[in-house]
C-alpha cells in the first residue's frame, strides 16, 4: 500500500490556459473522489468514481471542469480557461468501497493550484 | 446533510487531554459520526467513525451520547505533532460524499 499520489504537487499558470492533475489511488480501491479546499475551510466534494464510471458531480464542478477515471485506475481532472477563482488546493481520495470501510476515504497529498 | 457546528480553535499544552466537541442537532437515525485530521499540507486523516455510546481506537476516543445530538472526540496526552485541523462529520454510513465544515484548529505548545 503505496497510498494515493497526485501530480504535480503545485501548479501556476495563467490565468485562461488549461491545466491538468492526475491522481493514483490505493491500487486495491475501486472508488475515487475530488475533492477541492480553499484557505481556511474545509474540503468540498466535486465528483466521485466507482470504478470507471463518475457517479456524481458537484454543481461546483463547472463545465469547465471534467474528470475522467479510464480504465478504473487513475484519475485526471482538467480544468479548461483557468480562472483566478480557480486557485485552490485539490484533493483525490479513494476508498475500498467495502461494508465498514466506505466513510474511510484515503487522501493523497493533493496539487496546489495557483492561477495569476 | 446535519449541519455540525465546532469550535474554530483550541489551544492545549504537551501531555494534556484534548476534547473536541462537536454538535449536531439535527442528526438524522442513518447518520454515523466520522472525524478527520488534517496538518497543514497534507489530504486529511480518517481517525475514528462511531454511531453510538463509546469508540476507542489506538488513536483518539469518540463519545456520543443517547440522544446523539452531539459528539466529542478525545485525544490523550497530545504532543506537539497533533497540532492540526480536526473536523467533524455526519452522514449517512454508506454515502460517499464526505461534507466538510472548517473543523477545529488544534494547537499544541510546548
Known amino acids: 500500500d503505496t497510498g494515493v499520489s497526485q501530480d504535480p504537487r503545485h501548479k501556476i499558470t495563467k490565468r485562461g490556459q488549461n491545466v491538468t492533475f492526475r491522481c493514483d489511488p490505493i491500487s486495491e480501491h475501486n472508488r475515487l473522489y475530488w475533492y477541492r479546499q480553499t484557505l481556511g475551510q474545509g474540503p468540498e466534494f466535486l465528483t466521485y468514481f466507482q470504478n470507471e464510471a463518475q457517479l456524481e458531480k458537484s454543481r461546483l464542478l463547472s463545465d469547465r471542469f471534467s474528470a475522467e477515471r479510464p480504465k478504473g485506475s487513475f484519475s485526471t481532472l482538467e480544468i479548461q480557461r483557468t480562472e483566478q477563482g480557480d486557485s485552490a488546493m485539490y484533493l483525490c481520495?479513494?476508498?475500498?468501497?467495502?461494508?465498514?470501510?466506505?466513510?474511510?476515504?484515503?487522501f493523497g497529498p493533493g496539487t496546489r493550484l495557483t492561477v495569476t | 446533510l446535519a449541519k455540525t457546528t465546532q469550535p474554530i480553535s483550541m489551544d492545549s499544552y504537551e501531555g494534556q487531554e484534548v476534547n473536541i466537541t462537536c454538535s449536531h442537532n439535527?442528526?438524522?437515525?442513518?447518520?454515523?459520526i466520522t472525524w478527520y485530521q488534517q496538518f497543514p499540507s497534507q489530504g486529511p486523516r480518517f481517525i475514528i467513525q462511531?454511531?453510538?455510546t463509546k469508540v476507542t481506537n489506538e488513536v483518539a476516543s469518540l463519545f456520543i451520547p443517547a440522544d446523539r445530538k452531539s459528539s466529542t472526540l478525545s485525544l490523550p496526552r497530545v504532543s506537539l505533532s497533533d497540532t492540526a485541523v480536526y473536523y467533524c462529520?455526519?452522514?449517512?454510513?454508506?454515502?460517499?460524499?464526505?461534507?466538510f465544515g472548517a473543523g477545529t484548529t488544534v494547537t499544541v505548545r510546548a
Open positions: 462529520l455526519v452522514g449517512v454510513f454508506w454515502d460517499y460524499k464526505l461534507s
Open positions: 481520495a479513494s476508498s475500498s468501497g467495502t461494508s465498514g470501510k466506505r466513510y474511510e476515504q484515503y
Open positions: 439535527n442528526i438524522a437515525t442513518n447518520d454515523y
Open positions: 462511531g454511531y453510538k
